[in-house]
């Protein structure tokens, strides 16, 4: 679609029941049921079609853009596609974890994924997301065969992780226990968990702002965000709302966040900047619910 008029300027036919779509350099990922379409961002035309077997969850590049990984919560299972000619290289298995959320550093050699799951919208989450949440820790640039599988218990249903730049230091959001952990990745390959830090009601996204090492939270029953220094563990303001935060992104420099406010068949698209912290609403004619940068 036209971003000013709306307008359609292209149809896909041959990317059939897409449900999500990933940037991934020159490329989009649109991944359904089975399978994940390569789509040229220019020309729209299907460069490729990677069969997958089961569902894709989430999708997640390294800042190389050479790897994507790829959540696959039926098949207990994490992919790794190679970027250059877009082919599955390997794929690391679980036991009997549903792993959703996932996250690569810009190293591209430490990734994290969480068993975690947000529900539906007035559900509660299954009392073994709760009582049995786990993260995984592994190297997606070495076979899975050459390392060992590292696990770390985190109760509370982790729904969602932020790796840090120093590829050492990471944040997961526990939803259920309305706190962010703090890990750190030591040289042996564990994880070792640090002190927790309470937010609102039921957080279920953290977005790093690289300037200033700051996070960006949402919470769903909270009806707020709440910017946190994470170097030093504070909380630095707390923005109330008049509705849940569906979704929301921060720009690429640092100074803005976008956030998605939904209404019975309206909403209201929110401006932060993250500098003055002053929050401008604009509403929109139609219901929102995801936005992206």
């Known amino acids: 679609h036209n971003a000013r008029t709306g307008g359609v300027l292209s149809l896909v036919s041959d990317a059939p029941h897409a449900q999500h779509l990933f940037r991934a350099g020159d490329v989009v990922y649109a991944t359904s049921p089975h399978r994940i379409y390569v789509i040229d961002a220019q020309t729209t035309t299907v460069l490729k079609t990677i069969e997958m077997g089961s569902p894709v969850a989430e999708l997640a590049a390294g800042a190389s853009g050479q790897r994507v990984l790829a959540s696959m919560p039926s098949a207990r299972a994490v992919a790794v596609i190679a970027t250059d000619y877009h082919a599955e290289v390997a794929r690391f298995y679980f036991g009997d974890e549903h792993v959703r959320a996932i996250a690569i550093d810009d190293t591209g050699k430490r990734a994290l994924t969480t068993n975690g799951h947000v529900p539906l919208a007035g559900l509660n989450p299954a009392r073994e997301a709760v009582r049995y949440g786990g993260m995984f820790a592994f190297d997606p640039s070495r076979l899975p065969s050459e390392q060992d599988q590292v696990r770390t218990g985190l109760v ?14 990471s944040f997961v959001v526990l939803r259920e226990e309305d706190s962010i952990v703090r890990l750190e990745r030591l040289e042996s390959g564990a994880v070792r968990q640090h002190h927790r830090m309470t937010t609102c009601r039921q957080p279920e996204q953290l977005e790093l702002i690289r300037n200033g090492r700051r996070g960006i939270v949402r919470c769903n029953a909270g009806h707020a965000i709440e910017l946190i220094d994470l170097e030093h563990n504070e909380l630095i303001r707390h923005v ?9 992104a921060v720009s690429p420099d640092g100074k803005q966040a976008v956030l998605v406010i939904p209404h019975d068949g309206s909403g209201v698209i929110g401006m932060l900047d993250l500098e003055s912290y002053e929050l401008s609403l604009h509403e929109v004619n139609a219901e929102p619910h995801r936005v992206e940068l």
Not at 156 to 169: H, K
Not at 240 to 248: F, I, K
């Open 240 to 248: 109330p709302l008049n509705g849940r935060v569906s979704d929301m």
């Open 156 to 169: 509370g249903n982790p729904v969602d992780i932020v790796m840090m730049p120093d590829s050492r230091t």
